[in-house]
C-alpha cells in the first residue's frame, strides 16, 4: 500500500511506474481537484497561480504522475482506518495519516506547515494553497490535538520529527532529541 498525501509521482524518470502492485491510497478531494475539466482548462493561463510557466509544469507533472496508478486509486474522504493502527484523515484536501501502537503515536501531517514560524502563525499562506481558510483552520486544529495526545508528529518540510508545545496563544516546534 501506498498511502499519497498529495499528488506524489508515481513514475519513475523514465516513466516505469513505482509500485506497479500496489494500493494506491489518496484523497478524493484532490484526487478530484487535478481530474477537474474546469482546472484542466485553466492551467496555463496563469489564473490560479499566477503564473502560467509554473501551472504548465504542473500539469505536465500530473499527466505523467497520476495516471500509471489511475486504476489502482482507492480516493478517500473523511476520517479512515486504512490498517490496524493507521488512520488517514482529510487536512484541507491532502491526506495526513495518524499511526499508534500501544501506547506510542506518530501523526504524519505532509505539507500543513512548510516552515516552523507556521506553528507560531497559522494564518501565513502561499500562492499553492488555493483554499487558504480551510488550510487555515486545519493549521489551527492540528497542534491542538498533537499536543493533547502528546504525539510525535513528522511534517515533510521540516524533515525531523518533533511536538508541538503551547507558546501563550501560539505553538512552537519542539524538535524530537536524537
Known sequence: MVILSYA???V??????RFPKARVVMSRVEYEFWSSPELRARLGS???YGRAELENLMAAWVDRCLPPARERHERLSGETEIASGITTFDAAGHISVA????????LFADDLLIVRE???DADWTSMFDLDPQTLVQTRRRLPDGAAADRNLVFHYHFGEAGRFRRRGAHWEWEPRDP
Open 46 to 48: 496563469g489564473s490560479i
Open 99 to 106: 499511526i499508534s501502537s500501544g501506547a506510542d503515536s506518530l
Open 12 to 17: 519513475l524518470d523514465d516513466g516505469t511506474p
Open 8 to 10: 506524489h509521482p508515481l
Open 118 to 120: 507556521h506553528a507560531a
